[in-house]
């Protein structure tokens, strides 16, 4: 098992540019999550699906767009980066759907500079 | 609400002391608390869990404190080793619906050899 992996692993990006990170997971999990790590601030939610088909708003949404089109795969999207998404993404899953099991298993993270 | 404090920001422990780390939290909704582990340049790892119906949870060297009238869990790690060295998150989640988890802002641990 690879666990979670992201596609890329580094980007630079300049203002205005687009693009779209890239996470899979092979534990057949339902619920998938997008972070942003700044510095000082922890990890904070972007974006959530809560299975194949669905996604929902976290606590900083803005700028970003996501998709969830196979149950394996989580997309973010950044259509006109800004020097403020400068940061690491890291995506995450977890079973979701089994009763007791509420770990979220992280990838390696994107690490992204838009300037 | 939604707000999981962490303190302290930084730390610097002699091989084998004790490194202690808080959080603090305000939704009495959350029921899910783990502590997670990072090393510079990958993702976050689950290093030890707890819910709220037992006190302490102990595993190895690494020891949750639960305090839930106080809102407050502490991670301990024993005997710290350089090995240790790393950044520590914790976290709160509801155990049910959308199993999203609030961050605390992160304790970067320095363990002297």
């Known amino acids: 098992n690879a666990g979670v992996t992201q596609t890329p692993k580094f980007r630079v990006l300049k203002t205005g540019q687009s693009m779209t990170l890239l996470c899979a997971q092979d534990?057949?999990?339902?619920?998938m999550y997008w972070y942003r790590q700044d510095p000082g601030m922890g990890l904070r939610l972007i974006h959530y699906?809560?299975?194949?088909?669905?996604?929902a708003k976290g606590e900083v949404p803005d700028g970003y767009n996501v998709s969830r089109l196979k149950k394996q795969n989580f997309l973010l999207g950044l259509e006109s980066a800004a020097p403020s998404q400068t940061s690491v993404y890291f995506c995450?899953?977890?079973?979701?759907?089994?009763?007791?099991?509420?770990?979220?298993?992280f990838g390696p993270g994107t690490r992204l500079t838009v300037t | 609400q939604q707000q999981v404090k962490q303190s302290p920001q930084s730390l610097i422990v002699q091989k084998g002391g004790i490194s202690i780390i808080n959080c603090a939290y305000e939704n009495t909704a959350f029921d899910y608390f783990p502590w997670y582990q990072q090393f510079p340049g990958k993702g976050p790892a689950l290093l030890i869990a707890?819910?709220?119906?037992?006190s302490e949870k102990k595993e190895g060297r690494f020891t949750i404190s639960f305090n839930k009238s106080a809102k407050q869990f502490s991670l301990h790690i024993m005997d710290s080793q350089p090995g240790d060295s790393a950044t520590y998150f914790c976290a709160a989640s509801i155990a049910s619906g959308t199993y999203k988890y609030i961050f605390g802002t992160g304790t970067r641990l320095k363990v002297l050899a």
């Open positions: 995450a899953s977890t079973h979701g759907r089994t009763p007791g099991s509420y770990e979220q298993y």
């Open positions: 534990m057949n999990h339902e619920y």
């Open positions: 699906s809560v299975g194949e088909g669905t996604t």
């Open positions: 707890i819910r709220p119906d037992v």
